[in-house]
């Protein structure tokens, strides 16, 4: 007779756990086969709900009823309503600041100050700064980022690689600072101090950053940066300044919003009271522009115009191609596809989390590991995996920090070289996949797939790589036991 409790009969196998995560892969693989670029806008998500419902077939063969699954799939998808709120935000803000003048206005003084040569590394270097004072990503690309993309646009400049730089910038700045919620999580689920934690990743993070910064240097040098002539240039500012009334009062939002983020305002209310203010900054100094809107006359038209760019953004009527293209954009309704996205995954990780797939891959995982360098490498390689199955780089951090915890313990390592490694990874690296809520957030805020950006994401993808460098290496490893501040103990 079995000692097998009902309880050990529900854990499953790790065949249980990798069959619905390979035919996911299969599935997108054919999605991206056959669509392509436009794999995120229906494809993925039919093949993750497919998978989500596969995943709930093999729990309920372990004993799982259909109830405990739907409840991980809605459970999955409650852990984003936070992110869906923002994204809804962030498209009304994009649409209203079109409208108020407010992104127009960046693009036209941006375009003359920013050189064409030294564009990608000062995008990087500017959403870097930003980043760090406001400990936002997203609302750092949702702002300064689509601005410069509208900039480099009109400079005639490569948006994959200017995606590349604003992310790489933002994610650096998201990583580093006090305020960013990411850094926070790392740090709590290990149990360490938050500022030796942002200490100790300072051995990866600067490393990664540098590169990238030489790298996106040596782009704008040596690449053909020409694309756009002086006079097409002029041609775009004359349009720009036919449209709307460019003035340092447009950029009363972006002041007001940076200010917010600043002082710790959360990140929903603050993109909100953003959007609020370019539409009133639309009525009274953008009246011409918000009445072509609203597709009328008198004062309610003010109204109609201002409601119409929060919930279906601002349509150009410039007869500049690039002027048009630039500025038909944001709304509510721009993001729509992306929180269809965003709900798919975390539908499918929900169920994963739910019937155990996700902690016995981890486990599996582990079983291997007979080194620092092992563990390093296994500890990023399941961050990323987990910002793949599950769809949410909270759990990508949070999952592996709760696993991999006693493993660095065995090996001799302090906490705080797990919380970096999960900072390397899980918090990098999950704007480097679509159906992922960062990289589904990028690509629609920014305009570019995530696979046409991904590769220029430097640091991105520079971080993870270091941080299993320094694994084998045996570089900058705290041991176990140290009982010191960072400082003393890097000394030693």
């Known amino acids: 007779m079995s000692s097998e409790s009902p309880q050990d009969s529900r854990n499953p196998s790790l065949l249980d756990a990798l069959i619905p995560l390979l035919i996911l892969i299969c599935l997108l693989s054919l999605s991206v086969f056959f669509y392509g670029a436009d794999s995120s806008y229906g494809p993925n998500q039919i093949a993750l709900l497919l998978c989500a419902g596969v ?13 405990e699954m739907e ?17 809804l935000a962030v498209g009304a803000l994009i649409g209203s600041w079109i409208l108020a003048g407010t992104v127009p206005s960046m693009i036209y003084y941006g375009v003359q100050m920013l050189s064409p040569q030294w564009f990608y590394a000062a995008s990087c270097v500017i959403c870097a700064v930003v980043g760090l004072s406001i400990g936002s990503s997203w609302t750092t690309a949702g702002t300064l980022g689509v601005a410069l993309m509208g900039i480099a646009g009109a400079l005639g400049l490569d948006p994959a690689i200017t995606a590349g730089a604003v992310i790489s910038g933002a994610y650096f700045g998201d990583k580093m600072s006090p305020l960013s919620d990411t850094t926070n999580v790392a740090a709590a689920v290990t149990s360490n101090d938050l500022f030796l934690h942002i200490r100790h990743m300072l051995w990866t993070t600067i ?15 040596m690449a053909d940066t020409g694309q756009a002539s002086a006079e097409d240039i002029q041609q775009l500012l004359g349009a720009l300044q036919e449209e709307f009334s460019i003035s340092i009062v447009s950029l009363l939002p972006l002041a007001l919003l940076l200010f917010m983020a600043w002082r710790r305002v959360p990140a929903y209310p603050t993109l909100i009271i953003g959007a609020l203010v370019g539409c009133v900054i639309a009525m009274f100094f953008e009246p011409n522009a918000t009445r072509q809107l609203a597709g009328g006359e008198g004062p309610l038209s003010l109204l109609k115009g201002a409601w119409h760019s929060l919930f279906d953004g601002y349509k150009s009527t410039s007869s500049n191609e690039a002027v048009a293209s630039l500025l038909s954009k944001g709304g509510m309704s721009s993001m729509l596809n992306t929180i269809w996205l965003i709900i798919s995954a975390m539908a499918f990780g929900g169920v994963m989390e739910r019937a155990g797939f996700l902690e016995r891959i981890v486990r599996w995982a ?15 390689f399941t961050c990323f995996g987990m910002n793949a199955a599950a769809g949410d780089q909270y759990m990508a951090i949070i999952i592996p920090g709760r696993m991999f915890r006693e493993a660095f313990e065995g090996k001799g390592l302090h906490g705080l070289n797990l919380s970096r490694t999960l900072e390397d990874s899980g ?60 400082q003393d103990a890097e000394k030693a």
């Open 71 to 87: 409840g991980g799939m809605l459970h999955g998808m409650s852990l984003v309503f936070g992110a869906i709120l923002i994204l």
């Open 55 to 67: 995943a709930a077939l093999v729990g309920m063969k372990n004993g799982f009823t259909w109830k």
């Open 366 to 380: 582990l079983s291997g590991v007979k080194t620092v360098g092992g563990l390093i490498t296994s500890t990023v």
């Open 207 to 221: 490393p990664a950053f540098t590169i990238a910064l030489i790298v996106f240097a040596a782009i704008g040098l």
């Open 427 to 486: 918090t990098i690296t999950s704007v480097l996949i679509p159906w992922n809520t960062c990289g589904a957030y990028m690509a629609a805020t920014l305009g570019i797939a995530t696979f046409s950006y991904a590769p220029f994401a430097l640091f991105n993808i520079l971080c993870p790589l270091l941080a299993i460098a320094y694994g084998w290496l045996h570089f900058k490893q705290m041991p176990l036991g140290t009982q010191q501040p960072l």
